[in-house]
């Protein structure tokens, strides 16, 4: 098991042993505030493209064979999209009623 920093929320990898499967659970995120014009950048910084993806391409990992969301706040699902569009994703669980949980 290992915790990848992604800032606010969480994210843990888990690679069984013998490739059995690689697990994710949750993607961590950011929450986006409307930006001024000027202060707006050509590329926004994106945990699912610039932090988590890399990180999991470094140890080897083309594709997930299960993700996990615990829930659906931000912090916790927001980099799944762009995460999606860098690494295979076999299956995406997410907890039951998640949506319908209230951001705190």
């Given at each position: 098991?290992?915790?990848?920093?992604?800032?606010?929320?969480?994210?843990?990898?888990?690679?069984?042993?013998?490739?059995?499967?690689?697990?994710?659970?949750?993607?961590?995120?950011q929450i986006d505030f409307p930006k001024e014009?000027?202060?707006?950048?050509?590329?926004?910084?994106?945990?699912?493209?610039?932090?988590?993806?890399?990180?999991?391409?470094?140890?080897?990992?083309?594709?997930?064979?299960?993700?996990?969301?615990?829930?659906?706040?931000?912090?916790?699902?927001?980099?799944?999209?762009?995460?999606?569009?860098?690494?295979?994703?076999?299956?995406?669980?997410?907890?039951?009623?998640?949506?319908?949980?209230?951001?705190?």
């Amino acid at each position: 098991m290992r915790l990848i920093d992604v800032g606010q929320g969480d994210s843990i990898l888990i690679q069984l042993p013998q490739n059995q499967g690689t697990y994710l659970i949750d993607t961590g995120g950011q929450i986006d505030f409307p930006k001024e014009k000027w202060q707006r950048r050509k590329h926004s910084f994106s945990i699912g493209k610039d932090l988590l993806s890399p990180v999991l391409k470094s140890r080897g990992i083309k594709k997930l064979d299960k993700v996990f969301i615990t829930h659906a706040h931000a912090d916790h699902m927001g980099a799944l999209k762009d995460l999606a569009t860098e690494i295979k994703i076999k299956r995406i669980y997410i907890a039951k009623n998640a949506a319908k949980k209230k951001n705190s």
